[in-house]
C-alpha cells in the first residue's frame, strides 16, 4: 500500500500514528498516512521560521531559478502526479493533465518566475509638491509576512495547493502545508520536486492530517493562514484567529455559480458549456455551474440539447442498466466518482429534494449498484429557489435549470445567492454580455464561457460575498502574503513646524497652508500666500516655528 510521510525541515518522519484512505473507484482501502499532531506541526513551523530570513535576503533570481527548475521537474513527472491524483480523486487522468489541474499548478511556477519581482520591486514614495517633507524621501517594500500555514482541499489538490505555495516562497515566505485527509499525498509530490529543485530544506513542510491538524496549524505561530474550503470550515479558522487577535486568513470558500442564458444566445453551444461546467471534476469544483437561468422561450431547446450532452457522457462514462438497476461504470476515463460516501449522500439528499418539491428529473439522479462512490450526470428540471439545490452548494454532478422571464430576473435570481465565486453570461451581442456581466456579483464573470479564467494565472482569483476574502493567482496573490513596509530617510535636517511649542503664527501657518494647497476657489488659495508667509516670518522670531 502506498505511503506518505511527513515532510519537515527537509527529512521524512513519521508521527507513529496513520490513516488510511480509500480509493473513490472502488471504496477500498488504497494508501496510508501519516497524521501529524501538535509537536509535528510545532516543529514544521518551527522549521520553517528558521528556513525563512535567508531565503527572503536571497536574491530574486536564487528564487527564480528555484521556481523554473522545479517547474521543469514537474513536467517530466507529469504522468506520476497525475497517477497519484488518480488514485486519491478517482480524477480521469484528462482531468489532471488538462486545464484547471497540473497546467494551472505549472503556469502559476511560470507565472510567478516571470511576475515577482515587478511587483515586489521597491516603489519610491512621491511627496508632490509639500514644504513639509522638503528633505525627505523613500521607497514602499513589499516584505513576506514570514511563515505561511496554507490549509488545502482535495478537488483540485495540485492546482490549488500551488496557487497557495508558489506565491508565498516566490515572495520569500516559508510554508507549512496541511493538505485534505482525501488527498495527502499529491501535495507530497510538490514537495518532492521543490525539494530536488534545491529549495533549502525548512521552506516548505508538509504536515498531512484532517481537522484536527488543521486546527493545530491554525493555532500555530504562522503568520497568516491561506485556507481553501467548504465555508463553513473557513468561518471557523477566523473565528479562532479572530479570537487569538491573530491576521486575518485568506479564505477560498464556496460556490454557487450561476449561469445566464439570454434569448439570443447559442444555445447548442451553451447547452454544452453548461454540461461540461456542472460534470467536469464530477461537479466538485467550486466554480462548477450549479445554477443555470434560461430565458424562458430558449428554456425548451436549451433542455434538450443539454440532456442529449449528457446522454452522450453517461453512455461515455459507462454507467449501464441491467434489470432497471443503474451500474457503476468500469472504467475512469471519461468520468470519476465522488469523494467520498457522505458526499455522494448530500448530492442525492438534494436531488431527491429537489424532485419532492416539483422539480423533473431527466437525466441520472439515483444512486448507482456495485463498488465505489458513483453517481451519474444529473439533469433537472422546473427548479425553484427554495429547493436545497439552488441554496446550499451541491459539490455532485446536477445541472438544476430555471426558466426566467428575462434576463434582468436572471441576473437578480444569480446575485441572490450569499455564495459569489464565479458567474456567466451567454450571448451572441457581446455589448449586452458586457452588460450583464457587470451587473453580476461575483469574482469572476466570464462571457460565452465559465470560470475557464481560473486557468489565466494574470486573473486574479477568489469570491464576492460568503465565497471569500482575499484572492489567489495574479499580483494580489503576492500582496496577500508580503504586507507593505516604508523606508522614509530625512537627507537635509529641516526646522520642525509641527515640533513645540504650538504657536499662534504656528496655528496660522497650518491652517491657512492647508487653504493654499487645497482650498477649491484659485481666489481663495491666492489669498492665503501672504497670511502664510506672514506666519513663518513671524514664527522665525519664535521658537517652534523655524526658529
Ligand atoms: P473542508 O472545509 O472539509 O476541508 C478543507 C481543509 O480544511 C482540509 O484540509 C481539512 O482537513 C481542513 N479542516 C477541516 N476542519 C478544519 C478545522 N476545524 N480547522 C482547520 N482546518 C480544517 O473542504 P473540502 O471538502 O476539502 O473541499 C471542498 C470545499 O472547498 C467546497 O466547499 C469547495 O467549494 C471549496 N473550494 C473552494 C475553492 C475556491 O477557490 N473558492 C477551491 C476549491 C474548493
Redo the contacts with the bound molecule.
Sequence with gaps: MREGRLWIGGEWSESGNWAVGQDPRTGEDAYRYAVAGPNDIRRAVDAARRAQPAWAASPWSTRRDVLLRALHLMVDRIDEISATILLETGKPPCESVGGAEIPTGLECLAYYAAETEPVLRPRPIRTRFRPYFFGKSGFVYRKPLGVIGA??????PFS?AMGAIVPALASGNAVVV?????APLTVLEIAGAFADAGLPAGLFNVVSG??EA??AL?ASQTDRIV????????H??ARALADAGRMPPLL????KDAMVVCADADVAYAAQGAVWNAFSNTGQL?CSVERVYVVRERAGAFVDQALQATARLTDLAGFAEHAGRLHAPATHWAFGPLIRESARQRVHRHVTDAVERGARLLSGGRIPAGPGFWYPPTVLADVTDEMLVMRE?T?GPVLPVVAVADEEEAVARANASPFA?TGSVWTRDLKRGRRLADQMRAGLVMVNDHASAYAMLDCP???SGS??WGR?HGPDALLEVTEACARVVDRVPTPKVWWYPYTRPAYEYFRRGSELLFAGRLRQRLGAVGPVLRALMAGRRQPGLGG
Design positions: 490549509i488545502t482541499p482535495w478537488n483540485l490549488l496541511k493538505p485534505s485527509e482525501y484532517g481537522p488543521g486546527a491554525v485556507f481553501i474550503g467548504s465555508a463553513a470550515t473557513g471557523s479558522v477560498e470558500l464556496d460556490g467550486c452548494e459539490f465565486l482569483w477568489g469570491g465565497g471569500g489567489l
